[in-house]
Structure formats: structure tokens, C-alpha cells
Antibody, heavy 116, light 110 residues
Framework: QVQLVQSGAEVKKPGASVKVSCKASGYTFTDYYIHWVRQAPGQGLEWMGRINPNSGGTNYAEKFQGRVTMTRDTSISTAYLELGRLISDDTAVYYC?????????WGQGTLVTVSS | QSALTQPPSASGSPGQSVTISCTGTSSDVGGYNYVSWYQQHPGKAPKLMIYEVNKRPSGVPDRFSGSKSGNTASLTVSGLQAEDEADYYCNSYADNNNLVFGGGTKLTVL
């Protein structure tokens, strides 16, 4: 069955960077986009961007341009989200999701806490 | 890209129907038939309920239905059940290969 398994919770200081992984199994990794979506405590879902695992091509939400990098390693069917220059407002659960257009499978979420 | 507009809350009694709206622009909801809806229970990942405006994935009850008119999409839950109480989010494909979510609606079953 399709599974997306994310890396564990992180605690970072303001100004630091965080890298979250999303390992895919149960399907051909390069056949679907991987998107990253975050959810701050008590808030809604926010789309951050996507990567095409086949080409490595990316699209980032304007809000995160210059601060976010999405990559992938096809040899281990894993996508990565790196977010830099962290501030307290980046404290959130970060989800990866598989799509063609709609999200039909999600990771379990990774809590990133930014605190001094 | 601004978030799509959803009412913050909606409610209904068991057995009743409730409709949640999702308003965007011609650059997202109105321009593409790629609106999807997600259900999220506390502490859980979202779950796909409707895709491409009105299609239901396997396993989702037919009490859930979707529609769209102009720049506004809607999710209707008929025959409300206690387990339908959750947050619901709409999502749309948007210009320039973007996606955008709605702010979310908390559905309460009275």
C-alpha cells in the first residue's frame, strides 16, 4: 500500500535551518508529485510548494521563495524539504503529500518547533 | 496567492444536511475543475473526500458531494453523523502551477 513516512520532530533556534524527509513506498516514486503543506498550531493548511521527483523541477509558493528548497533522492524514493532562516512563526506540523492534482496520500506530519 | 474563503464554522443536527462554501477567483476555483476537499480530525493528517469538484474516492460515503458554480465550490454533507465532526478544507489548483487552500471550516454535529 502507498505510504509516506516522514522524519521525526525537530527543535530549532531562530535563524537556523531545518530539513525534513519524506520516504515513499508502495508505488513508483517518480510517477507522482510530492508537495509540502504546513499547519501552524490551531491554524489551517498552507501550501508551500511541490517537486517533480522525475525531473527534480520545483514550484514554490511566493511566500517561501528564497527560503525554501525541495529536493529528492530517487535512489531511496525520498523527498526533502529544507526551510531556512527560521522564525517562531515557522513552528508548525509539516506534511508531505502525494498528488497528480489532488492529495491522495499524506505523510504523518513532522512537528518543527522554533524556539530560543 | 490568497487563501480561498471558507466560513469558519458550520453545524447541523444528526441526519440533517450542511453545505460548506469555498470562494476563490477566476485564477483558481473559477478557472479550473481541480477543486478538492479534505477532512481533518484533531491530530490527524487530512483525508481526501472529494476531488475534481465532484468525484468521490473509493471508500468515501456518498453522503459527501461536491459542486461548483463560478468562483465558488461547495461541499455538502447529507445525513450528518457524529463522525463527520471535523475540520474541512477546500483546495484548488491555481495559475502558475500553484495550489491554494481555504482557511478551513469547523463542522460541529449538534
Amino acid at each position: 500500500q502507498v505510504q509516506l513516512v516522514q522524519s521525526g520532530a525537530e527543535v530549532k533556534k531562530p535563524g537556523a535551518s531545518v530539513k525534513v524527509s519524506c520516504k515513499a513506498s508502495g508505488y513508483t516514486f517518480t510517477d507522482y508529485y510530492i508537495h509540502w503543506v504546513r499547519q501552524a498550531p490551531g491554524q489551517g493548511l498552507e501550501w508551500m510548494g511541490r517537486i517533480n521527483p522525475n525531473s527534480g523541477g520545483t514550484n514554490y509558493a511566493e511566500k517561501f521563495q528564497g527560503r525554501v528548497t525541495m529536493t529528492r533522492d530517487t535512489s531511496i524514493s525520498t523527498a526533502y524539504l529544507e526551510l531556512g532562516r527560521l522564525i517562531s512563526d515557522d513552528t508548525a506540523v509539516y506534511y508531505c503529500g502525494r498528488t497528480r492534482v489532488h492529495f491522495d496520500s499524506w505523510g504523518q506530519g513532522t512537528l518543527v518547533t522554533v524556539s530560543s | 496567492q490568497s487563501a480561498l474563503t471558507q466560513p469558519p464554522s458550520a453545524s447541523g443536527s444528526p441526519g440533517q444536511s450542511v453545505t460548506i462554501s469555498c470562494t476563490g477567483t477566476s485564477s483558481d476555483v473559477g478557472g479550473y475543475n481541480y477543486v478538492s476537499w479534505y477532512q481533518q480530525h484533531p491530530g490527524k493528517a487530512p483525508k481526501l473526500m472529494i476531488y475534481e469538484v465532484n468525484k468521490r474516492p473509493s471508500g468515501v460515503p456518498d453522503r459527501f458531494s461536491g459542486s461548483k458554480s463560478g468562483n465558488t465550490a461547495s461541499l455538502t454533507v447529507s445525513g450528518l453523523q457524529a463522525e463527520d465532526e471535523a475540520d474541512y478544507y477546500c483546495n484548488s489548483y491555481a495559475d502558475n502551477n500553484n495550489l491554494v487552500f481555504g482557511g478551513g471550516t469547523k463542522l460541529t454535529v449538534l
